[in-house]
C-alpha cells in the first residue's frame, strides 16, 4: 500500500497538496483521499502509467488527475449578510 503526497508547482496553488491512497503497480489507479492547502478536504482519482522505470533507483510515471475541492471563501466575502425580500424590505 502506498501513501504518495503530490506537491503542486508554483501557481495559484502553490505549497497546496494532494495525498493519495493505493497499490503501487505499472499501471493503475490510487484514490485522493485529501491534502493542504487550496486542497483539503479534496477527493478524486489518479490514474498513472509507468513511462520508464529503473529498478531501485527510479520511476518515472505519467499521471491524469480528477480532483474535486471546494475553494476557500476569500476574508474580503466573508461577514454578514443582509437577508432582503422579494419586494426589497428586511424583515424583521
Given amino acids: ?3 504518495p503526497y503530490f506537491t503542486i508547482a508554483p ?7 494532494l495525498q493519495a491512497l493505493g497499490i ?11 491534502g493542504t492547502g487550496e486542497f483539503k478536504m479534496a477527493r478524486g482519482t489518479i490514474k498513472y502509467n509507468i513511462v520508464m522505470n529503473t529498478p531501485n ?7 491524469n488527475i480528477e480532483a ?8 474580503a466575502a466573508q461577514g454578514a449578510v443582509t437577508i432582503v425580500s422579494a419586494a426589497g424590505q428586511v424583515p424583521n
Avoid: D, H, N, W
Wanted: charged residues 15%; hydrophobic residues 35%; aromatic residues 12%.
Fill in 11 to 17: 501557481c495559484q496553488f502553490k505549497g497546496s497538496s
Fill in 57 to 63: 533507483v527510479e520511476s518515472i510515471r505519467e499521471l
Fill in 68 to 75: 474535486f475541492y471546494t475553494p476557500e471563501i476569500p476574508p
Fill in 24 to 34: 503501487s503497480a505499472s499501471t493503475g489507479e490510487y484514490a485522493i483521499i485529501g
Fill in 1 to 3: 500500500m502506498a501513501t
